[in-house]
């Protein structure tokens, strides 16, 4: 029994040391959001790079099409700086708020990174493949409880 235990418990506890990014609360401002559901893992290296040097940093739940990343309100600075940086060396396609403000701020329009413009924040509609996909998972899941 402990061995089950030991074997359940310690990746557990080693996945956590590895990916540990501190808990950011209400306090937290969004430093970048993904262009729709189609570019969702294009944060994950701009998530990497802030946890590396030190920031901490989450990912709030997706809605609308979008998935923030959110800092501390005094990190915003650094983290925009480390964020343009690997969103270039990654070409990343992502969107990079100018100001610790929310929606109330412009956002830096990245694709395939480089700054193609500046918009006010907005949601973007998923795309007819995106829509196709999630209606044939959703039929399959359908076909798989009866």
């Not at 074997?7 to 080693?14: D, Q, Y």
């Not at 959110?70 to 964020?83: H, Q, W």
Request: hydrophobic share 40%; glycine share 8%.
């Amino acid at each position: 029994m402990r061995v089950w235990i030991l074997i359940g418990i310690f990746p557990v506890l080693l996945l956590g040391c590895a990916s540990h990014s501190g808990t950011i609360g209400a306090q937290g401002v969004d430093i970048a959001v993904n262009l729709g559901f189609e570019h969702d893992r294009e944060l994950e290296p701009i998530q990497s790079a802030l946890i590396s040097a030190g920031i901490p940093c989450n990912q709030r739940a997706m809605s609308c099409n979008e998935a923030p990343l959110v800092v501390e309100r005094g990190d915003f600075e650094r983290a925009r700086l480390i964020a343009v940086e690997t969103g270039i060396r990654n070409s990343l396609t992502v969107r990079l708020y100018t100001s610790p403000t929310g929606w109330d701020s412009l956002l830096e329009v990245w694709e395939a990174g480089r700054k193609t413009r500046e918009e006010s924040h907005k949601l973007y509609p998923l795309s007819e493949e995106t829509v196709r996909s999630i209606k044939a998972w959703n039929q399959g899941q359908g076909e798989q409880s009866k």
